[in-house]
Structure formats: C-alpha cells, structure tokens
C-alpha cells in the first residue's frame, strides 16, 4: 500500500537531515495518514479511506465528503475517490432530471 493520501494526493517527501556538525544524510517525511470511515449522504454508504489528517480537516470543513469530492480535482484523487466522486455526481444529476 503506497504512503499516498486518497483525496489529497499527499505523498512521502525527501529531504536532508542535518547533523550538529552540518552533515547532511537523506531522510523521507511521510504523510499523517490515517484510516477513517465517511459517510456519504448522496449514496447512502460508508467509505472506508486511507487519507492525511490535513484531508480529514478539509473535508469537515467543506461540509462532508460528498461536498469535498465534488470540488476536488480528479488529478489529486486516487482511483477508488475518483470512482465515488462518480457516483455522486451520477446520483445528483439524476434527481435534476
């Protein structure tokens, strides 16, 4: 399973870590990522994601998950929340019809 968040694209960064002496060695800085299950009100369903903490922010700031995946672009989603982001606009549009 890749260190990659699902709705924001986060992913491992490389940088240096540097020593007393000003030695540098290379280190990651992994994502805070985290596993959560959301609810999404236009599907009815839960969603088991993998996502960072900073996303789980947004998303309750945005007012849930299906309002978050509708203003998300599709470039930083994974397969699985592009899949569902779908599904919600499939749910939405029908309704309007």
Request: charged share 30%; proline share 3%.
């Amino acid at each position: 399973m890749s260190r990659r968040c699902e709705l924001t694209g986060k992913s491992v960064l490389v940088g240096h870590k540097v020593s007393h002496s000003n030695i540098k060695t290379k280190r990651r800085f992994l994502p805070n990522l985290c596993s959560v299950t959301l609810t999404s009100d236009a599907l009815g369903q839960k969603v088991r994601l993998r996502i960072s903490t900073n996303a789980l922010k947004s998303v309750d700031h945005n007012g849930g998950l299906d309002a978050f995946l509708l203003k998300a672009r599709k470039e930083n989603l994974s397969p699985r929340a592009l899949e569902l982001k779908r599904k919600i606009e499939k749910k939405i549009a029908k309704p309007a019809a």
